[in-house]
């Protein structure tokens, strides 16, 4: 390919908008253009990088046995009813209204209502297990503060995989080879991922894992054990259990007024104490009443882990309305002394003395509290987030990083084919429900977490395998006839040889062209000037690495598919 015959539209001034690395660079680069917010048109130079990606995705899918297929974006909003999730996702699901027609349907974020609904139309029998169907669609949610370039957008492209079995031990089968596929696709595009324990979210299912890439960029949190036994992401991570440190004598329940004082903050600075020493109340609704949670008072409540240890769906926070009618008070002043709800506590706060909370009054706050005297536990769990200084579950000190999620696989077993009803004729010809599994990809957020792995300051430095092109040559006399020839020349034989290559023949000074191949950062830059071939040499310089390799025109070929093979 050829510069002048390419559609390459580079800016030098930084997007004001853009903030993290991946998103300047894509802009920058000519690789992305903001149609609206939340939605991008990839322009050619994206679209290669993403294609490139796809296409890894789609040959490890293949490989690992899983069928491909094509499912609409919009759905009627009776399958998402059935399953249930119309409720879960709430505000994320695109709901069309504005035409009669499409009264009653949606942009699918996900597919696994639709899939299901395929196979229990058309698999009956145990014989036709165990099956993986799979597509690379673009999906869209309801983004409320889209950012960060294509890492949170309203539409984006991904890759969802559902596998049906006959039982969990084929399951277990199923999710085995999705694990290694995605394994086997992150290290072929090139990219530092982890593998950690997860929470399944809206999605359901009894166990997950995330593939996390660390970088600044990211929004969510990789939690490790410092000696490299336990990774998990933090909405996930368990730690180990606060040791009881004991107390010589239980205080006198007093009563505090602290008027204008609803904060932890307020409250602690007020009565000079830790934030560690209250004891924080959080109340919540859900689909059948109302739950409180005690969490220590510098820890928040994991909403994820609350909800799997209790079992309740549609939790939400509760209104100040349903909090004032439980407690008796306004919010900010509630406790556990004499709440009169299903109280689950945090195992921090089972270790606490003497410890500090609201009054259930408002404007009100009592010090002296201690369980067993003052309040009951009935009920305890973790179901606090990790936070620095936490340990993991074996002892070993946590550490947490920002990272970027490109992949989640779920064992769902049978929560959509209960709430669906789809089922299968076993050996015993009896009806069966089918266990099911859920694997995602964020095409997108390969192409950004790749950048975000590799670049530096003068642009991108793409990894081979996903590169827009493998080699650039930068022709550096336009209007040399030798030197164009050569660089021509040479384009064609690496193109001939299945090597893709941009080659620079812009009527522009040197230096310009330099900015622009660091830029855009593909591995390989290959250099072909006046100068050179007078000593009948060309340069070539790996994107990531100092040294420059001067070879003849006529060995160029062979270097460049030498390095190639290296840096694959």
């Known amino acids: 390919m050829f510069w002048t015959k390419f559609f390459i539209p580079t800016v030098k ?24 917010a939340g939605a991008y048109a990839y322009l050619p130079l994206g679209y290669r990088v993403l294609q490139k990606i796809t296409n890894i995705i789609r040959e490890e899918m293949n490989r690992a046995g899983a069928i491909e297929l094509n499912m609409p974006a919009m759905h009627p909003i009776e399958i998402w009813e059935e399953s249930g999730r119309a409720e879960i996702m709430g505000d994320t699901l695109i709901r069309l209204h504005d035409q009669p027609w499409r009264r ?25 297990l165990p099956m993986n169907l799979y597509q690379i669609q673009t999906k869209f949610r309801d983004e409320q503060r889209p950012k960060s370039g294509v890492l949170r957008t309203r539409e984006f492209l991904m890759k969802d995989a559902y596998s049906f079995d006959v039982d969990k031990d084929g399951l277990d089968v199923s999710y085995d080879k999705m694990y290694a596929a995605y394994c086997r696709i992150f290290e ?22 995330e593939f996390m890439v660390v970088t600044d960029a990211g929004e969510d949190y990789l939690v490790r054990a410092g000696d490299g036994s336990y990774a998990a992401n933090v909405e996930r991570a368990e730690t180990e259990p606060i040791a009881d440190l004991g107390c010589d004598s239980m205080d006198e329940v007093k009563e505090v007024h602290t008027p204008g004082m609803s904060t932890i903050e307020q409250v602690s600075t007020f009565l000079k104490c830790q934030p560690s020493d209250m004891i924080k109340t959080v109340i919540f609704q859900h689909s059948e009443g109302l739950l409180v949670a005690l969490v220590r008072g510098d820890h928040e409540v994991n909403e994820a882990k609350l909800r799997r240890f209790t ?11 349903q909090i004032e009618e439980l407690t008796g008070a306004s919010v900010g002043f509630a406790g556990p002394v004499g ?28 010090t002296g509290v201690n369980a067993g005297r003052d309040y009951e536990i009935k009920e305890t769990a973790d179901i606090r987030y990790a936070v ?3 340990r ?12 970027i999620e490109v992949g989640h696989v779920f064992k769902l077993g049978t929560k959509y084919s209960d709430s669906m009803n789809a089922t299968f004729l ?16 964020g095409a997108n957020r390969i192409l950004a977490a790749a950048i975000e792995s590799f670049h530096d300051d003068n642009g991108i430095c793409w990894p081979i395998n996903i590169a827009p092109f493998a080699v650039h040559i930068c022709a550096l006399d336009q209007r040399d006839e030798n030197v164009m020839a050569t660089a021509a020349k040479l384009h064609d034989a690496l193109e001939s040889a299945g090597i893709d290559v941009l080659c620079d023949d812009r009527d522009a000074r040197p230096g310009f062209k330099f900015k622009d191949a660091d830029l855009i950062g593909c591995p390989i830059r290959l250099t072909v000037g006046k100068r050179g071939l007078a000593d009948n040499i060309v340069e070539i310089k790996v994107r990531t690495e100092e040294e420059v390799q001067k070879v003849s025109p006529d060995e160029a070929c062979a270097a460049v598919k030498a390095i190639i093979e290296r840096l694959s």
């Open 311 to 321: 079992g309740v769906t549609g939790l939400a926070a509760a209104t100040p309305e």
């Open 426 to 441: 076993d050996k015993n010809g009896s009806a069966t429900k089918f266990i099911m599994g859920c694997y995602g990809i």
């Open 339 to 366: 709440m009169k709800a299903r109280v689950v506590v945090d195992q921090a706060v089972t270790v606490m003395h003497n410890a500090v909370t609201g009054a259930n009054k408002t404007e009100y706050h009592i």
């Open 392 to 403: 993991a579950p074996n002892g070993s000190p946590l550490t947490f990083e920002k990272c």
């Open 13 to 36: 001034e930084t997007p004001h908008d853009a903030v993290v690395p991946s998103h300047v660079l894509m802009i920058r680069s000519g690789m992305l253009r903001q149609v609206v």
């Open 388 to 390: 620095e200084g936490d």
């Open 188 to 209: 072929r595009s090139g990219l530092p991922y982890t593998p950690v324990e997860a929470d399944s979210g809206p999605i359901g299912g009894d166990a997950s894992h």
């Open 104 to 128: 009653g349907t949606v942009l699918g974020p996900t597919h696994e209502e639709i899939i299901t609904d395929i196979v229990r139309s058309y698999i009956n029998s145990y014989k036709q």
